[in-house]
């Protein structure tokens, strides 16, 4: 006879070392095995218990499932117990032995001793395989009604297991089910309710056969709280809590969209919510359970109302399990009572001081949803004081949250770049990537803030330079508003918390030195810092020029090459009489027509900010098609220097938004220019085009296209024939385009720009030959006047996007004498968006001896439903006598 | 309350006592069991008893030496499994007279009878203490001399 299990596991419990564990293990085993094979009768019950407790331990006992099916089929109820209970431990349904047992449990489940049933039963239920539900099922239809109450309680759950595995068997079972909850035994209804749940989860359409039980259920519920003391089903003081939780949970199923059986409900689910006990666990657990069906169901709104009370209550209670419950239902419920929800704000925002995670996760989930315009307030005050104690992990979500929150309720927008700036300040190397362009473009599209915001800005600089984010927009903003900073604010009235800082050139230099040369400074940033100071070189005095240019020579020979290009490209642009316009302040960058959400990678203004310039001029180009691209923000200050001496206005109806410009625009118009100056406008606009035709095309290669250009700025002398032979190519011409320019303004000017390039370069054929045919452009005459004809040329430049169609106006004068001062500017119905470049000359030479082209392009967000129809205003002087008219020229409606 | 799995570990991360109601493979089952000793028996004191783990949601209630672990769905009723929980203690505490780690690792067999008694197929079946009780010890007897019974001491 073998040692007994006892001893085996002291044996084992007084191994020093695992591998001792191992080898005394590895002893035993093998003489279980031996044992095995003489058939040790005597010995199998012990040694399959001595298998349990190896099997426990984590070491390989397979060999031991068939001892198990020989203890099994023992007639002695000895052997069972201990052979089904290791039937169920050493084997699973996915092992093939198991089908073995298959006729064994079947002779068992009809034993006539209910604990040989039992056993039986219970290893069916715990480890049947699909094909041992089918074979057996017939035989638990059978004991469901057995007389005996411990067996049908098993059966049930038994039942559960069987349409687990097969579903088609529903219909046997339902009609047993009833007789099982008109019982008494609490065992067995709470079995029942739980294989009708089953059944109803599993498929809604069974629902409908339950729909009766209501009343029944009700009155059950109602028998639990209204009994006093019994002694054999009370917990903590209360009936049968497992029983109230089951039937409550069954009745949200049945109550659900149906009115009928939730107004049976409602006086039970009040009863429970009044009447149990929530100083324990126990009761808390009912109340949980009965505020889940009371907002299921279709119950009345004063019971809704009780319900959050409860869960507000539960907020309260000291016991962390009760709140984190009463949290995760509040953010279930939120979305159908949100007053009732609101009301228990305060207790919420306490939470988020939990020390619990899990609990202050929840908090702060349901308060991202109770956030209003009316609280966003007072709620983001709390989650900012919150973000200064949370802990790491946290703070990424919170900071997250916090940005989409504020950025959604905002009540105006000072508040929102404060907010921001603050959370940016506190948390800054949490915030996600899109914040810090989203708040550049808030601030320069908010003009009237910009003095303020950089001086905020300068002012968080001044304290800490460590978080990457904000520093890169406050250089931003020091770059852009820089001349705003150290403006002499004395005189200025304030606002009641309104900022007028004094602060001098010299301060502003030594911020971005420091940032230079701090440690924790990344690349990016230093870019940024160059960028900033480049740009302040336009906007200081000329004192402060010296030490900039210092600073920027610096980095000439730096080992990172974006920096050394940017400072050598930057450097050289001080020798380079235009570069105040160049550096000009960029014109507001305009919110996307669809709001960027936080988390959606795809729209690009997210792109984390690698270059300066490469964000400088993905913004304006991206978040409005107003904007061709960086070289407009470029450009266009260049071509108004062209244009010098003009106050014209042809910055703005390149740069800005031409529909909300229009009114500016109207009522000045640009005066002649010189020969020269006209050859670089025709130079200007071909480059324009060629941007914007690549813009239009999709914006692909911004980086390659930005590489280029800035190189091309570098490149004095270029041939302009380049701008012929890579027409076919966006990103060269798009380049050389720019090379040509700036060949044109450093060296001589071309004396004669070819009239048709710049059509060529207009022309979509030719930016989409490549690609695919399209279709001819159609020509026709608009207006005819005063000798003044215009022509569109008409053409959709993208065959797979037809809503974007390029208008070329064609201008020419049959009169005698040259029309000079000529302005064309267009306004378009508010489904269309109009960009309209400047002409290619403001003075048309006289018998038809030339033409001039303007070329604007039309984006029809109702394509195919509207036509397109633009509205003209005119001025010109013939002979120094000026003209104005304001003509509708609508284009044929295929267009 | 669907019981994936419920499992006992001591505070020193060994296994007291496993039953798996839904099929994992061995592989899974350590990997598992591993996988929750840590994070049970890492969380501070004062933190609730509810974890989030894959798409289940483990529950969990330290008594002395002992942790009880259960996993059961998202959306089953948190405080009731606690309950649940509590219930099986009790029983065990009253079927050995004040339980203590010993009992259940010299009498872990009778362990998971009172456990199947209690929870069947993940579900629970008896809510009274007594019955189960009652059960239990009437199996017993049955053992010690029923007619062609074999009863060996293990």
Redesign the interface.
């Known amino acids: 006879m073998s040692s007994k299990l006892r001893d085996l596991i002291k044996t084992v419990r007084s191994c020093k070392t695992a591998a001792e564990e191992r080898s005394q293990i590895a002893k035993e085993s093998a003489l279980i095995r031996t044992a095995m094979k003489e058939e040790d009768l005597e010995s199998r019950q012990r040694n399959v218990a001595k298998l349990l407790y190896i099997h426990m331990l984590g070491y390989p006992t397979q060999f031991g499932q068939m001892e198990c099916l020989k203890l099994i089929v023992s007639p002695s109820y000895a052997d069972k117990r201990i052979g089904y209970l290791g039937l169920m431990l050493l084997l699973d349904e996915k092992q093939e032995v198991l089908l073995l047992a298959t006729n064994c449990i079947r002779g068992d489940i009809m034993n006539s001793n209910q604990f040989i049933v039992g056993v039986s039963l219970c290893a069916f239920g715990n480890i049947c395989s699909t094909a041992m539900a089918r074979d057996i099922s017939p035989e638990i239809e059978k004991v469901i009604s057995h007389s005996n109450p411990y067996i049908r309680k098993k059966a049930a759950l038994c039942a559960i297991r069987v349409l687990r595995k097969v579903p088609d068997l529903t219909e046997n079972y339902i009609p047993k089910i009833k007789a099982l909850l008109s019982e008494r035994n609490h065992a067995v209804i709470l079995t029942a309710l739980t294989l009708i749940i089953e059944i109803c989860e599993m498929d809604s359409t069974q629902i409908i056969h339950f729909k009766k039980m209501v009343p029944q259920l009700v009155r059950i519920l109602k028998s639990l709280t209204s009994s006093g003391y019994l002694p054999e089903h009370d917990i903590g003081g209360v009936t049968d809590p497992f029983l109230q939780v089951k039937i409550l949970r069954l009745l949200r199923i049945l109550g659900q969209n149906d009115p009928e059986a939730s107004d049976a409900m409602n006086d039970i689910l009040a009863q429970v919510s009044t009447n149990t006990d929530s100083t324990k666990n126990v009761g808390n657990a009912i109340l949980y359970e009965c505020v889940q069906t009371i907002m299921t169901i279709e119950s009345e709104n004063g019971l809704k109302v009780m319900a959050i009370n409860i869960l507000g209550r539960f907020l309260l209670n000291r016991d962390n399990n009760i709140r984190y419950v009463a949290l995760n239902t509040l953010s279930r419920v939120v979305n159908t009572d949100i007053q009732a929800v609101q009301r228990h704000r305060n207790t919420i925002v306490e939470c988020l001081k939990d020390p619990d995670v899990s609990i202050r996760c929840r908090a702060l989930d349901l308060i991202y949803s109770l956030v209003t315009e009316s609280n966003i307030r007072v709620l983001v005050r709390e989650l900012l004081n919150f973000l200064l104690i949370a802990d790491a992990q946290f703070k990424s979500e919170l900071v997250a949250k916090l940005c989409i929150v504020t950025e959604k309720y905002a009540p105006n927008k000072r508040w929102q770049i404060d907010t921001i700036l603050r959370v940016m300040s506190i948390a800054g190397n949490f915030i996600p990537d899109e914040v810090p362009s989203n708040l550049i473009q808030l601030i320069s599209s908010t003009p009237e803030l910009s003095s303020y915001a950089v001086q905020k800005l300068y002012l968080a600089l001044k304290q800490d330079i460590t978080q990457q984010p904000l520093t890169q927009v406050g250089l931003w903003c020091i770059g852009e508003y820089g001349d705003l900073l150290v403006a002499d604010k004395s005189q200025l009235p304030k606002d009641e918390d309104g900022l007028s800082l004094n602060v001098s050139e010299q301060a502003v230099i030594d911020i971005i030195d420091l940032i230079f040369r701090h440690a924790t400074t990344t690349q990016a940033t230093r870019q940024y810092s160059l960028t900033s100071l480049a740009k302040l070189s336009s906007r200081f005095s000329q004192s402060s020029l010296q030490r900039i240019k210092t600073m920027i020579d610096n980095y000439k020979q730096n080992i990172n090459l974006e920096l050394q290009q940017r400072a050598c490209e930057y450097s050289t642009l001080f020798d380079f009489d235009k570069k105040a316009s160049i550096l000009d302040r960029m014109p507001p960058i305009e919110k996307q027509e669809e709001s960027p959400h936080i988390g959606n990678k795809n729209i690009p203004t997210q792109t984390p900010p690698q270059q300066h310039y490469q964000q400088q001029q993905q913004q304006p180009q991206q978040q409005s098609s107003q904007f061709g691209s960086i070289l407009d923000g470029l450009d266009s200050p260049t071509q108004s220097s062209a244009n010098s001496g003009n106050n014209n206005n042809n910055n703005n109806k390149q740069g800005g938004n031409a529909m909300s410009l229009l009114e500016d625009i109207f009522g000045s118009a640009p005066t002649p220019t010189s020969n020269g100056n006209m050859n670089n406008n025709n130079n200007m606009n071909n480059m324009n085009n060629n941007m914007n035709n690549n813009y239009a095309m999709g914006g692909m290669g911004m980086n390659n296209n930005n590489n280029n250009s800035m190189g091309g700025m570098m490149n004095n002398n270029n041939n302009n024939n380049n701008n012929n032979n890579n027409n076919n190519n966006n990103n060269k011409s798009q380049a050389s385009a720019l090379l040509d320019i700036m060949g044109d303004l450093q060296l001589t000017p071309t004396p004669q720009q070819p009239q048709s390039q710049s059509q060529q370069a207009l022309s979509p054929t030719n930016q989409t030959s490549v690609l695919q045919p399209v279709p001819q452009p159609l020509t026709f005459l608009v207006y005819q006047k005063h000798g003044l004809n215009i022509s569109y040329e008409c053409s959709k430049p993208q065959p797979n996007n037809l809503s974007l169609t390029n208008i070329n106006m064609v201008i020419t004068n049959t009169g005698s004498s040259p029309i000079t001062n000529f302005s064309l500017q267009a306004a378009v119905p508010k489904y269309l968006k109009i960009q309209l470049l400047a002409p290619s000359s403001t003075v048309i030479p006289p018998n038809n001896s030339g033409e001039v082209t303007q070329v604007s392009k039309v984006l029809n967000s109702q394509q195919g439903q509207k036509p397109i129809l633009l509205r003209l205003k005119l001025d010109f002087q013939i002979n120094g006598q000026p003209f104005s008219d304001v003509p509708d020229t609508p284009l044929p409606s295929l267009f | 309350?669907t019981f994936h799995f419920l499992l006992l570990l001591s505070r020193q991360g060994k296994?007291?006592?496993?039953k798996?109601?839904s099929?994992f493979?061995n592989k899974e089952k350590?990997r598992f069991t591993r996988e929750i000793g840590n994070m049970v028996l890492n969380r501070p004191p004062?933190?609730?008893?509810?974890?989030?783990w894959k798409e289940y949601k483990i529950i969990f209630k330290r008594y002395a030496s002992l942790y009880f672990v259960v996993c059961c769905d998202r959306e089953d009723?948190?405080?009731?499994v606690?309950?649940?929980i509590h219930?099986f203690v009790e029983i065990l505490d009253r079927y050995f007279g004040n339980v203590c780690e010993l009992d259940l690792?010299?009498n872990?067999?009778k362990a998971?009878?009172i456990l199947?008694e209690l929870i069947?197929?993940g579900?629970?079946?008896?809510?009274?203490k007594?019955?189960v009780l009652r059960?239990i010890s009437?199996?017993d007897t049955?053992?010690e001399g029923?007619p062609?019974?074999?009863?060996?001491?293990?």
Request: aromatic fraction near 12%; charged fraction near 20%.
């Open positions: 309350m296994t007291r006592l496993t798996w109601y099929p493979t350590s004062k933190l609730c008893n509810f974890l989030e009723n948190e405080l009731i606690l309950e649940i219930h690792i010299f872990f067999h998971y009878y199947d069947m197929a579900e629970l079946q008896e809510t009274s007594k019955t059960l009437q199996q049955l053992l029923g062609g019974e074999h009863k060996v001491d293990l």
